[in-house]
T-cell receptor
């Protein structure tokens, strides 16, 4: 069973609108939680990294939140652009280990 | 600054054939990783290396071998390809000893491998 579950699996939004992606994880304890953006045909690129003690981190129009008590994270995209069309992957790292647990990703399609 | 470069980008093999996937990074990273990405699943770690001359098994190592003869290169080998190894393979590198050390992994753009 995957230790990182993302929802929704996919979504379509209109350009300029906001959206929020969800990530639930069961990894505990963990070292940090990351969000990556993966464009079609490309490798993942890091958006944010949060330790267990942080509850929000921003990168431009991307804002990630973390609730370590409920083991939930979200990624909010503000004023979406066509270039935001991609898969967004939630990743949780184990402490003192090389293992990362990857979610299956949420595919976002932004339409004009 | 190329970052992480993977070759080839695409390859089609027949069952039983062998091949080597090449990964090169120019960021002087100590740590390098090989993942596979399959539809509907998260990336899974195949093998990793914490430095030149070292390798270790990840989550799904069976059917693969690796070598790290030079710091900047990490090779992934398939000795006898099987259809179950059809996937997209990603190489990544990072500074931190721990993946949880707060340093992001830098990924290549993948090798798309089909085994017939």
């Amino acid at each position: 069973k995957n230790q990182v579950e993302q929802s929704p699996q996919s979504l379509i939004i209109l350009e300029g609108k906001n959206c929020t992606l969800q990530c639930n994880y069961t990894v505990s304890p963990f070292s940090n939680l990351r969000w990556y953006k993966q464009d079609t045909g490309r490798g993942p690129v890091s958006l944010t990294i949060m330790t267990f003690s942080e509850n929000t981190k921003s990168n431009g129009r991307y804002t990630a939140t973390l609730d370590a008590d409920t083991k939930q994270s979200s990624l909010h995209i503000t004023a979406s652009q066509l270039s935001d069309s991609a898969s967004y992957i939630c990743v949780v790292s184990f402490p003192n280990d090389y293992k990362l647990s990857f979610g299956a990703g949420t595919t976002v399609t932004v339409r004009a | 600054n190329a970052g992480v470069t993977q070759t080839p980008k695409f390859r089609v093999l027949k069952t039983g054939q062998s091949m080597t996937l090449l990964c090169a990074q120019d960021m002087n990273h100590e740590y390098m990783y090989w993942y596979r990405q399959d539809p509907g699943m998260g990336l899974r770690l195949i093998h990793y290396s914490v430095g030149e001359g070292t390798t270790a098994k990840g989550e799904v190592p069976d059917g693969y071998n690796v070598s790290r003869l030079k710091k900047q290169n990490f090779l992934l080998g398939l000795e006898s390809a099987a259809p179950s190894q059809t996937s997209v393979y990603f190489c990544a590198s990072s500074y931190s000893r721990q993946q949880g050390g707060g340093q992001p992994q830098h990924f290549g753009d993948g090798t798309r491998l089909s085994i017939l």
